[in-house]
């Protein structure tokens, strides 16, 4: 006779290589990241929206990619204006970042106020990237994640300077 231990062990062995079998439970899926190119418009502190008219609808000069996302959805037309949702406070986790890509961020302490000089910070004429996900409270159909801005190296001295002298 068999001790019943044997006898419960092949189940057992083969419960729990069914188990193993089975595949992991699939991760959240990431929301994909876009990014274009274009101008900023307005932006409207009531309402968080931000307004661009759209240059590009990808990012172009070796910054695409991670950093900016894949190009635009089909509904995002050159020469278009586009609305964004922001975050302009919080967390940087949360917030909508606006950062020079040669001099790190702008508006590092999360606040309105700093979200709003950031953004006057940006020349209007100058093209900026945006980087930006499906909006899951659309409308706006997309949040704006990042700016980017490509500042020239008086621009980012200028910059610092006024960084330096405010604190």
Do not use: W
């Amino acid at each position: 006779m068999r001790h019943p231990v044997r006898r419960l062990a092949l189940p057992l062995l083969v419960a729990a290589a069914a188990l193993a079998a089975q595949p992991a439970p699939a991760a959240p899926k990431r929301s994909k990241r876009f990014g274009i190119e274009g101008r900023i418009v307005r932006f409207d502190g009531a309402s968080d929206q931000l307004v661009v008219s759209v240059s590009k609808t990808s990012v172009s000069g070796g910054i695409g990619g991670s950093v900016a996302g894949d190009p635009a959805p089909k509904s995002v037309g050159r020469g278009s204006e586009l609305s964004f949702a922001v975050v302009p406070e919080g967390s940087v986790l949360r917030r909508t970042v606006v950062k020079s890509i040669q001099g790190g961020g702008l508006n590092n302490a999360g606040t309105r106020e700093s979200f709003e000089q950031a953004l006057a910070a940006i020349p209007p004429d100058r093209n900026v990237i945006f980087s930006f996900e499906q909006n899951p409270k659309a409308p706006p159909e997309f949040i704006l994640k990042m700016i980017q801005i490509r500042m020239t190296e008086e621009e980012l001295e200028a910059r610092l300077n006024e960084i330096s002298t405010e604190e």
